[in-house]
């Protein structure tokens, strides 16, 4: 199952700790918890469902397995509203327009059957993320905030994943060959039904330790001085502690060392700190309760 890890790292992927080692030749750093979880999903084909905080990692780590399997990654953002059909397929109408403008005037055909079967042809449809990743064949399916999708669709999307199979009345049923890794990420703005989170492996993704958040940094980031990157780990966990609206991620430490280096800072210094907030917070709330509290937001 896992060779394809293997071809491409060098690596025994036949434990958790290859799978994790594998990942962090990418640039991903999992804990043995989410190392465990990710490899249980591919051996066992299983869809993994993540949730978390924004910014702890949960749609890198769909990426970061898609490069260590050689998979093509199908992402799927959800939103309120989404329907089935936007996340299936959908007919090029435009080109079936001009297909028929084209019979018509060439008088490619007289059978209107004919003509109207021809419309629905395969060379017509457009395949959203849901219908690629079942024909991409092995691939990766990232299902993005799948709690801002409508109860409707988390109905719709538990039975695919219980048998990865597509029906078009127009061509047919559709079946994946092998089942795509099915990645689903949740920032727990509402809560998922349980019969979704059956069908899952669950993992819940916290904000990274002290140590491991500096290891990302550097790996990320290795133009960023040691010290930087330590005080910049250290400060986003003071950050996380006030309260905020939006706590930062990691992916908003990474912009803020990136914004520091790039001022020509080597180390935290308070007064440059504050004027990069811009960089770690994104609330005016968030910011002013942080320049209120001055050089103590910054000290761990």
């Keep these: 199952m ?4 293997s071809e491409r790292t060098g690596a025994d992927p036949g434990s ?8 962090e030749a990418t640039g991903y750093l999992p804990d043995a918890g989410l190392a465990t979880a990710a490899y249980l999903a591919l051996v066992m084909r299983r869809p993994l469902f993540l949730e978390g ?6 749609t890198a780590l769909a990426h970061a397995l898609a490069e260590v399997t050689g998979r093509p990654i199908h992402r799927l953002q959800c939103y309120e509203g989404l329907e089935a059909s936007q996340a299936l397929y959908d007919w090029d109408f435009g080109r079936q327009l001009l297909h028929l403008r084209a019979a018509e005037v060439t008088h490619e055909t007289e059978d209107t059957a004919e003509l109207e079967a021809g419309l629905y042809d395969r060379r ?3 395949a959203r993320p849901l219908l690629r990743a079942l024909e991409d064949s092995p691939s990766v399916l990232l299902v993005d905030e799948v709690d801002r999708a409508d109860d409707e669709f988390e109905a719709f999307l538990l039975e695919l994943l219980s048998d990865f199979t597509i029906s078009i009345p127009e061509l047919g049923t559709i079946r994946a060959q092998i089942p795509p890794l099915v990645v689903l990420t949740s920032n727990r703005t509402r809560e998922v039904h349980d019969a979704l989170k059956r069908r899952c492996l669950y993992h819940w993704l916290q904000h990274p330790d002290f140590d491991r958040e500096v290891a990302i940094l550097r790996r990320r980031l290795p133009e960023v001085t040691e010290q930087l990157a330590r005080q910049v780990a250290r400060a986003t966990a003071t950050l996380r502690t006030l309260d905020l609206l939006k706590p930062p991620g990691v992916a908003e430490a990474m912009d803020w060392a990136t914004a520091l280096h790039t001022l020509g800072a080597r180390e935290l210094d308070p007064d440059l700190a504050a004027r990069t907030l811009g960089a770690v917070l994104k609330y005016r709330e ?7 509290l001055g050089a103590a937001a910054f000290s761990g």
């Design 16 to 23: 958790p700790d290859a799978l994790a080692a594998a990942l």
């Design 2 to 5: 896992l060779r394809d890890v």
């Design 286 to 292: 968030d910011t002013e309760r942080v320049q209120a």
């Design 124 to 126: 017509f449809l457009l």
């Design 53 to 58: 905080e924004a910014g702890v990692g949960k």
